[in-house]
């Protein structure tokens, strides 16, 4: 379903994601774990064609998503690390505007936003706006915004952040489900290795922009020989601590807290 | 189409729901009304140019346009930070589609706040000479919209924190204002000043609003429609044309 070949991304003399390969198969939950800045969201954004590879290439559902590229957006959905929601409108309405954005039908658009956003626990809340949401509920509206024009694969990209357990638990719950029911290839990236033990079939560990590892979570635990995966991510990530530039984006978002209430 | 007419559906929803805002966007417009408005009529009068109120009151309501449509742009910046833009711009639609329905909104919304000042100016005395002629004003304060919420988003496109915000603002919107000729006449001016009001396109919106509001005014309101229309359609291409090069 995914197939990414000799992927790299290169900012100025910075690699930020080098000679990346691996495939996904249909149905597959894949797992794609990190240290921080390792090439995880830049790997998700150039396979959502928010960002162009500078080469190697990607096939999504046998398409490529840089010559097709509205073909290969209405297969996928994506749930980012930032909430994308607009906060001033309901849950209903941001699940409209989803439905319009990728073509979908009136009446399916109508069925499907009752179906997703039952199973999802927010139907009773559907007219409310969505700031004045929690974070587990906001995630979830998301997740199931993303799965309106019922996508062949879905991405998460650190899903769970900023969650607390209860709400981490019945997020993969939920997501477990509509891989088993609906098929839909999951690919996810998260810092929590005890979820990528249990929810993914397989697992990529990528530092430094290169993957190093890939395999079943039992697979990769057996062959640095170490009980949890978290110990191997360690054994092969190093135990150093990456520090990112503060970007933009986290100055905003300080910067929104200190208005929040306000535009979101 | 339907694109086009649900994201432009949004900025207004956004608007209507955000009471405390549009509250909060009327006092500026009404401290220039009625502080400068009362407070320099009289040395108006005296210097023989009639009565201030009636004279600033276009300027204001071109003001308000001016902010709101601006402003409408460089939400950009928030909503690409953490916002909703990466929702649109991962859809199968064209930027293009996007970019129209988020500038049509975003002038919209500064054209009902500029209807919304002009009754403000009406209750407070402004009296334009003909009640006929407000609607071909309405066409001045669309115009102005449009191009000014084009000029946002081409300016928005590119903008990555707060810093570069302040910077527009104190560089770009306020001197838009300043030059316009929202606050004094454009006869007379010493020639340096002049230059720059005629380079300003807002001074041709508020000219035009006056034309048609107080019977006067500094240019030919042809003139006015003109640069209006041209420099609004550069604005436009230059809009889209960012906008499409937007990466996340």
């Known amino acids: ?264 | 189409m339907s694109v086009i007419y649900i994201l432009w559906l949004r900025e207004l929803k956004r608007y209507t729901r955000s009471r405390a805002q549009i509250v909060a966007s009327l006092g500026q417009p009404l401290l220039y009304l009625l502080v400068l408005g009362f407070g320099m009529g009289p040395v108006f009068q005296r210097a023989g140019n009639g009565n201030y109120l009636q004279f600033v009151a276009p300027g204001v309501i071109g003001m308000s346009v001016l902010f709101s449509s601006v402003f409408s742009g460089l939400g950009l910046l928030w909503d690409r930070q953490f916002g909703f833009l990466k929702e649109t711009l991962v859809a199968p639609v064209s930027r293009l589609q996007i970019m129209i329905g988020r500038t049509l909104g975003g002038a919209t919304v500064a054209v009902i706040q500029g209807l919304l000042v002009t009754l403000i100016c009406l209750l407070a005395g402004f009296r334009p000479v003909h009640f006929l002629t407000m609607p071909i004003a309405l066409g001045f304060m669309v115009l102005i919209a449009v191009l000014f919420a084009a000029l946002g988003m081409a300016i928005g496109s590119g903008l990555q924190d707060m810093q570069g915000f302040q910077l527009i603002m104190n560089f770009l919107v306020l001197p838009i204002y300043f030059l316009s000729g929202a606050l004094f006449p454009l006869t007379g001016l010493p020639i340096a000043l002049s230059y720059a009001t005629r380079v300003d396109p807002l001074s041709y919106g508020i000219d035009g609003m006056r034309n048609v509001l107080l019977g006067h005014a500094a240019f030919d309101p042809r003139v006015d429609l003109i640069v209006l229309v041209v420099v609004g359609s550069i604005l436009l291409v230059i809009g889209a044309h960012r906008f499409s090069k937007i990466e996340i």
């Open chain 1, 1 to 264: 379903m995914i197939v990414v070949r000799n992927l790299v991304k290169t900012f100025g003399s910075f690699t930020a994601v080098n000679d990346v390969s691996f495939e996904v198969d249909k149905g597959e939950i894949f797992a794609f774990l990190g240290p921080n800045g390792a090439g995880k969201t830049t790997t998700i954004k150039m396979l959502t064609t928010l960002l162009r590879p500078t080469s190697g290439s990607i096939e999504l559902d046998g398409l490529d998503p840089q010559v097709q590229q509205n073909e290969a957006r209405k297969r996928f959905g994506i749930v980012f690390q930032d909430p994308s929601l607009d906060g001033d409108l309901t849950a209903a309405e941001n699940m409209e505007i989803h439905g319009v954005l990728y073509h979908v039908p009136h009446k399916t658009r109508k069925h499907r936003t009752e179906e997703l956003l039952k199973l999802f626990e927010l139907w009773d809340r559907r007219d409310e706006q969505v700031k004045k949401f929690s974070g587990g509920m906001k995630r979830r509206l998301e997740i199931a915004r993303g799965f309106l024009h019922t996508p062949k694969i879905l991405f998460l990209d650190e899903p769970t952040l900023g969650l607390d357990p209860q709400s981490r638990n019945q997020l993969w719950t939920h997501i477990k489900k509509v891989n088993e029911d609906e098929r839909v290839t999951v690919l996810l990236t998260t810092h929590y290795m005890d979820e990528a033990d249990r929810v993914a079939h397989r697992i990529g560990i990528i530092d430094h922009g290169k993957l190093v590892a890939q395999g079943t979570p039992r697979a990769i635990k057996d062959q640095n020989g170490t009980e949890s995966l978290e110990d191997a991510f360690l054994k092969l990530t190093g135990s150093t601590i990456r520090d990112e530039n503060a970007d933009p984006a986290a100055a905003m978002r300080q910067f929104a807290k200190m208005w929040s209430g306000g535009r979101r």
